[in-house]
C-alpha cells in the first residue's frame, strides 16, 4: 500500500521529532499530520527551528474523528495516556503504533506496580503485539495496535534472546548493566536530567525498580520460553543518544565462544538491522548513532564460564521511533528498511 496518511501523537517530544525525521523521507508516506495536547495552532517549525520550511504545519488537536482517517497513528506519549486516549480507536480504522509502555506488559497488575499508573482495559491489552520486530513479525503484521518496546528492551532482549532460546545461557542467573544517554528521558527537563548536574557525572537511577525489568521477563518467557528474574540496573551518561546494555550469563556445560557468535550469526543472518559485531574496536554507541542498527557482541569468560554479551543501540530509533516504523513497514508489506536505510552518523 503507498499513499500512507499518517497521524503523530506527542510530535513535540523526542520521539516525535525522530519519527518525523524518518517518516519525511519514507517513499510510501504522503501526509503526515502532527497532534497536541498543550499548543494546538502552534507553528511546529516555530517551536522547532531545524524544521523550517520543512514542516510549516499548525499542530492539530487531538480528536478521535479525525484520526479515525489516517492509515497510521503513532503516539509518543508519557505512560498513562494511551491506556485511556487509544481504546476508542481500535478497530475504527487506524494502525495504532504506541511508543509508550502502556500496552507491553500483558498483567494489568504488574502495569499498575511497576509504571503506577491506571491500566489499559485488559481486552485492548489482550489484542495488542508487543513489537520487537525480528522476533514478533509473525503477529505484526496483521496487529491492530501495537506495544512498541521500551529502548533498554530492545538492546537487551536482541542481544540474550537467541543465546536463552537455543539454551546455551542460563536464563536463571542474568545480571544486566545498561547505560543510556540522556535523550532517554525525554525533552521535559527534570533534577536527573538537569545539566549541571548529569554533565560529568555517571550515576545509577531506580535501583532494582526499573519498569523494563518486568517487560524483559515477560519478553524472556514469550519468545524463548524461560522464566527467570533477571537483575537489572540503568545508569545515565551524560551524552545526548545511546544505549549500551552489557549481560552476564553463566553458559551451559560445554559451549564454546564459536557456537554463541555462530548462535547469534544464524539467527541474524536475514535481518538487516541487527549486525554480529565481532572486534569489539567496532561496538559503541556512536557505532549506530541516528540509526536503525542493534549491534550485539557476545564473549565467553573462560575462566568463569561466563558471557559476556552487549547490545548497543540509538535509544531513540531501534529503541523508539525506528522501530515503530519498521513495525508499520511489517504491518504494511513493506521491505523492513523502507525509510530507514540510513548510515549511522558516527562523528
Ligand atoms: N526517549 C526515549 O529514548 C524513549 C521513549 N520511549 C517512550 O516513548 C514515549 C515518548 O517519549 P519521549 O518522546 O522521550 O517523551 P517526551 O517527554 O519528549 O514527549 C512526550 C510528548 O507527549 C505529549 N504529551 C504529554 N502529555 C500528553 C497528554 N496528556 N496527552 C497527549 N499527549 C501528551 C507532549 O506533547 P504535547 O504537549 O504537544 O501534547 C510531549 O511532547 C514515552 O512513553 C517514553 O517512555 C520509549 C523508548 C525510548
Ligand atoms: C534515561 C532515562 O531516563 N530513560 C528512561 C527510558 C524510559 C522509557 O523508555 O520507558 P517507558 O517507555 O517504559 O515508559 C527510563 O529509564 O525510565
Not at 58 to 75: M, Q, R
Not at 103 to 131: H, M
Not at 330 to 338: C, G, I, Y
Request: charged letters at 20%.
Amino acid at each position: 500500500m503507498s499513499g500512507l496518511k499518517v497521524g503523530i501523537i506527542g510530535a513535540t517530544g523526542y520521539g516525535g521529532l525522530e519519527l518525523i525525521r524518518f517518516l519525511h523521507n519514507h517513499p510510501e508516506v504522503e501526509k503526515i499530520e502532527l497532534f497536541t495536547s498543550s499548543e494546538e495552532g502552534a507553528i511546529f517549525s516555530s517551536k522547532y527551528g531545524h524544521l523550517l520550511t520543512i514542516h510549516d504545519q499548525a499542530l492539530k488537536k487531538i480528536e478521535a474523528e479525525t484520526l479515525s482517517k489516517f492509515d497510521v497513528v503513532f503516539t509518543s506519549t508519557p505512560s498513562g495516556v494511551t491506556s485511556t486516549l487509544l481504546p476508542p480507536l481500535v478497530g475504527v480504522g487506524p494502525k495504532l503504533i504506541d511508543l509508550s509502555g502502556d500496552y507491553r506488559l500483558k498483567d494489568l497488575n504488574e502495569y499498575e506496580k511497576w509504571y503506577k499508573k491506571t491500566p489499559a482495559p485488559q481486552e485492548i491489552v489482550n489484542l495488542s503485539v508487543y513489537g520487537l520486530t525480528e522476533w514478533n513479525a509473525g503477529n505484526i503484521k496483521s496487529a491492530e495496535l501495537i506495544a512498541n518496546p521500551g529502548c533498554y528492551p530492545t538492546a537487551v532482549l536482541l542481544s540474550i534472546l537467541p543465546l536463552i532460546k537455543e539454551r546455551l545461557i542460563d536464563p536463571q542467573h542474568l545480571i544486566i548493566d545498561a547505560k543510556s544517554g540522556v535523550s532517554g528521558a525525554g525533552n521535559k527537563p527534570s533534577q536527573l536530567t538537569h545539566y549541571s548536574e548529569m554533565n560529568e557525572n555517571f550515576a545509577i537511577y531506580k535501583v532494582n525498580e526499573h519498569q523494563h525489568i518486568p517487560e524483559i521477563e515477560q519478553a524472556i518467557e514469550m519468545f524463548a520460553d524461560a522464566k527467570t528474574s533477571i537483575s537489572f540496573n540503568t545508569h545515565l551518561i551524560p551524552m545526548t543518544r545511546g544505549i549500551l546494555a552489557t549481560t552476564y550469563a553463566p553458559v551451559l556445560p560445554g559451549v564454546t565462544n564459536q557456537q554463541l557468535t555462530d548462535c547469534l550469526l544464524e539467527t541474524y543472518k536475514n535481518h538487516p538491522f541487527v549486525r554480529v559485531v565481532t572486534d569489539v574496536a567496532s561496538l559503541g554507541t556512536n557505532r549506530v548513532k541516528g540509526s536503525n542498527y542493534c549491534d550485539i557482541f557476545v564473549k565467553l569468560d573462560e575462566r568463569t564460564n561466563r558471557a559476556t554479551i552487549v547490545g548497543v543501540i540509538d535509544n531513540l530509533v531501534k529503541g523508539a521511533a525506528g522501530q515503530a516504523i519498521q513495525n508499520m513497514n511489517v504491518q504494511f508489506d513493506l521491505p523492513e528498511k523502507t525509510g530507514l536505510d540510513v548510515i549511522p552518523l558516527f562523528i
